[in-house]
């Protein structure tokens, strides 16, 4: 055990170094919660998904995943859920630094299932939340829980729509409301590519922020909209077969290596970035015009 | 049973029901037509129509090879053959990245083809040719317990199975993020369904087995708003459509199974008119 113990602190001594030019907050690791991706790698057959992808989380930050269409990302998710077979490790420490499985909420890209289904969102509910069969049993005693978890996402009138009936707005917030019961220690968000207007998402990266705010949990999110990213994230992770580049969101939107994937990156989206770092005050104000 | 016989003769004071084998398939009828009901939700929901479908046309392997084998009686081999068939495609299905459509065309396609070669083997295929339409007064006293045992087992399943696959029709991999082991539930859900499929097959016929796994669940969903209508309208218009499709086909000398599909069928089209009524 007693070189194991050395060659953590050794390890972690290196680690902090490392993250204080890496991670946004600079926060020490030894004292918060954290999640590391070490050296993941996904290959099918001879096709590689990505490769040594080494991310560093803290509890209470918001990670954004960026990159282009099939860059890995939403596989990167799955591989971190033990979804899909990859190698590498994942890494958790709870706030007292013991290594434990961490609970893990995720939040899909794509539902599968057909908007006719007669499939309410409290019955959805109540299949997640207990043994109780849905079609048999009534579940009153679990309403005022499940009011409780769609009022955290400003979606409490919606417990008795159809799934089939919700915007798409309304659904991502609905499937984040479940992936928050039992409160997870990880929040894995993979975002629609469409199908969320922009008030919907204002909303939501609102929810998430407060989340982020309030909740010891870290948040990894796939976004495909750099302003919100800008605005909310406190680390970015630009993939494409692997980490191409990360940081915070001024040092991501700056580089040269993301201007050269993304194109040109729109005015206000390195505008604010400059804000949300320098003076996080008034970033909501500024409007992209891109 | 007779005391089950009195108590209709009582209750059901009607010519049709005044013959012992009218009785039987009304009783065989009333215990297999709520499991129709209950698992046709999720059948539905799962979009796993073609599969069932594969599931009667598997039977023709069932049926050939409890013949091949001779000791054991054809239902027997036939329950074991698609219990191990639906496991074998949810098997493949997990593992292959081929689409579900193709995976099921190969295996029903092969199973049909494999059977038809073992039965007109000798050129006797006529003896099997019963199967294909069913017939409801074949029940007796002895199904009818083997029916009722599996009645109890598939509602006893259905509701430890039941929250997980409304989870699964959702998303199978955030049903898979909150611990659902969704191989198993697949699997234990698609033996269920091959068992009452190759128990009713009898009385049933392959040709339309898989209207009674569908109709049910696709005529509730157009007029259910949540889960507990869709489950209640789905075992209300299974049942219905059997009781009035049994008492039709005796009435004007059908085939039993036809009768119950086309009811069923009339159904559907009621709901479906319904639709804008009820639907929120």
Known sequence: MAPRGLFHERKTALLRTFLHHRAASGSDCTKLCCTK??????RVGRLTIFEHINIHIHCGQLTALIGPNGAGKSTLLKAILGEVPHSGHLHYMDAKHKHTKPVIGYVPQYLRFDVSAPTSVFDLFQACLTQKPVWLFPAKRLRPRVRKNLERVHAADLIDRRLGALSGGELQRVLLALALDPMPDLLLLDEPVSGVDQNGLELFYEIVEDLRAKEDMAIILIS????????????VV?????VICSGS?????HDPKTIRLFGMIPEAVAHHADVSIDASTGAGNVKEGA | M?????????????????YTFMKNAFLAILLVTPLFGLLSTMVVSNRMAFFSDSLGHGAFTGIAIGVLLGSVSPLLSLVLFSVAFAVFITYIQNKSTASTDTIIGVFSATAIALGLMIMSHGGGFNKFSSYLIGDILSIVPGDLGALAAIAVLVIF???????????????PVFARSRGIRT?????????????VVSISIQWVGILIINALLVLPGASARNIANNVKQYTLFSVLIAVISGVTGLILAYYFSLAAGATIVVVSAVIFFITLGLKPYFAR
């Open chain 2, 183 to 195: 191989f198993w539930v697949e699997s234990i859900f698609a033996s269920i369904l091959a068992v």
């Open chain 2, 2 to 18: 007779e005391a089950i016989y009195s108590l209709m003769d009582a209750l059901l004071p009607f010519s049709w029901s005044s």
């Open chain 1, 249 to 253: 969101p001024d040092e991501v939107f």
């Open chain 1, 37 to 42: 991706i070490e050296d993941f790698t996904v």
């Open chain 2, 157 to 171: 399943a259905w509701a430890w199975l039941f929250n997980r696959l409304l989870v699964m029709s959702i998303n």
């Open chain 1, 238 to 242: 630009l993939m494409n077969k692997g």
């Open chain 1, 224 to 235: 495909h909209d750099l302003n919100m990213v800008a605005r909310h994230a406190d680390q």
